[in-house]
């Protein structure tokens, strides 16, 4: 699933006391659903199919069935439709799927009114990616190559470049990139032995029976114009220019111009009935880089030598080294068009998978691990997620003291184009796995960042509320970091009375590490100080353990514990750790 948030505008209908009950439940947790009202039931429910994105039924399947049969056209645009029973036990995805969120809208309401979502998409349910999922238009026989997938027939991938795709199933076949793309279907046809074929490109390829096309964002057109352009001469012209190049306006991630074209209306317009984001460069920044076909002109009228060709090759993010300029610029008498393709560049989603327990991993870190075609790993992370990875994920896996080799295998991985997701426990950031990779990885990939709930925020839930004002974090392990630094930080939490949290506090190898510690911090709280002790905090084993800094015993602490030793206001209430932040009204 993608767990996205609802949709913006979500028609809840009812006919019963019950429904009624039920739908208030849904709109006072998400204030843009609202109960439509008609004149009957049926009058509701159509006034909400055309006013809403999505619609909430609580009525009957085959009363929502009979009334919206009529009233279908394309699923593309049609809102989403789920039904909830009248005791609330199920939510069902009715129509809208996944591309149109009805498997997400089911999904969301089943969580609301803790209900059991019903979802009957057939990729879904087996734990597929479905091709109008992956956030790319994509053209074609695209129910029968999912089909063909499902089913476990040979579906042969085409692609243009190393696209950071998520995992596909062993039956999808990669071909080597470029193979079989081009204007001439026959080489396709020879390849694949005329099977059921995926194509990943920008270019336009003939369509038949058996071939699914996918768009990636890798156009970026670069428009220049005087102002007062016409709409549709800016419109006309790149249309032009991407027909005669043979490549697809589905594939435009963005229209790029200069910046004091920002408001043209002949180009805003042209974005707009695209559908893409209009990128805008200052001068001086479309002046760094190197064009085919400078202007001097052009440079007296705005400040640069190139708009066009500039801007379509700064792209997005402003990397003219990743693009290929593959028209240069074309004019009419008041727009100027170039077009540029960007390389893909690889995706690595540092990825917290929190204490432990699959109810504390965020729905985003699942997404993650769902989108990656490769996962990389400690072992034992791993065999916590390996039910969440889709079919088809290939899973590096490796032990205890690898760090530096995950790290560097994650980023190679990256590097090479693929969607790649780095695991961790807890959060990512936290003594664990974001720190080494992101120390190798370079400005050739995207990176994304997935927080974890941490060790320490579900040992203090377990304690109580140790951290309720200012703490730090002190890792014990001296394998990479000298004692002598460690003692210090230790005694700067101990002189700034800092609630203190030891990660990493006793192994077999390193049993002194922890006595020292609470001897520093001894020195400057009271013996009575409370603290803390939980192992496994989440997972199967969980324990906690309380005691003061004059009566911890450090034998009872190992590596799956996280100590947490109060400061000097930290207290006792019923038999929970508190730290007052001190309001007034406390004293």
Known sequence: MNHQNPPAHIGLVAATAAGRRHAHTVAAAWPHARLVQGQSVTDALRTAWVQCDAVVAFLATGAVVRILAPLLTDKRRDPAVVVVDEAARHAVALLGGHAGGGNDLAEQVGALLDARPVITTATDTVGLPGLDTLGWPVH???????????????????????????????????????????????????????????????????????????????????????????????????????????????????????????????????????????????????????????????????????????????????????????????????????????????????????????????PRAVAELRRAAVVVGLDQYLDQVRDVLRPGTRVLSSGLGAEEARARAAVAEAVAGRAVALIGSGDAGVYAMASPALEYADERIDVVGVPGVTAALAAGALLGAPLGHDHAYVSLSDLHTPWEVIERRVTAAAEGDFVTLFYNPRSRARDWQLGKALGILAGHRPPGTPVGVVRNASRPGERVHLATLATLDPAVVDMYSVVVVGNSDTRLVAGRMVTPRGYRWRS
């Open 140 to 362: 074609g026989a695209v129910a029968a190559v999912s089909r063909a997938i499902l089913d476990g027939e040979p579906v042969h991938l085409f692609a243009d470049a190393h696209w950071p795709l998520p995992a596909l199933p062993p039956n999808v076949h990669p071909q080597p990139v470029g193979a079989g793309i081009g204007a001439d279907s026959a080489d396709t046809d020879e390849a694949a032995g005329a099977g059921y074929r995926l194509v990943v490109t920008d270019r336009v390829v003939p369509l038949d029976g058996r071939t699914a096309v996918l768009r990636p964002p890798s156009l970026v057109a670069g428009v220049g114009a005087s102002r007062g352009v016409p709409a549709a001469e800016v419109a006309e012209l790149l249309h032009r220019v991407l027909a005669e190049a043979g490549l697809d306006p589905a594939s435009l991630c963005c229209v790029a111009t200069a910046d004091i074209k920002a408001d043209e209306a002949g180009i805003r317009s042209t974005v707009d009935a695209l559908g893409v984001p209009l990128v805008t460069w200052p001068a001086g920044r479309l002046a760094t880089v190197d064009v085919p076909h400078p202007s001097e002109v052009v440079r007296a009228a705005v400040g640069t030598p190139s708009v066009a060709e500039a801007a379509a090759l700064l792209g997005p993010a402003g990397r003219p080294d990743d693009a290929t300029l593959l028209v240069g610029k074309t004019a009419t008498a008041m727009a100027t068009v170039a077009v540029a393709r960007h390389a893909p560049r690889g995706r690595l989603a540092v990825v917290g998978l929190g204490p432990g327990a699959a109810d504390l991993r965020t």
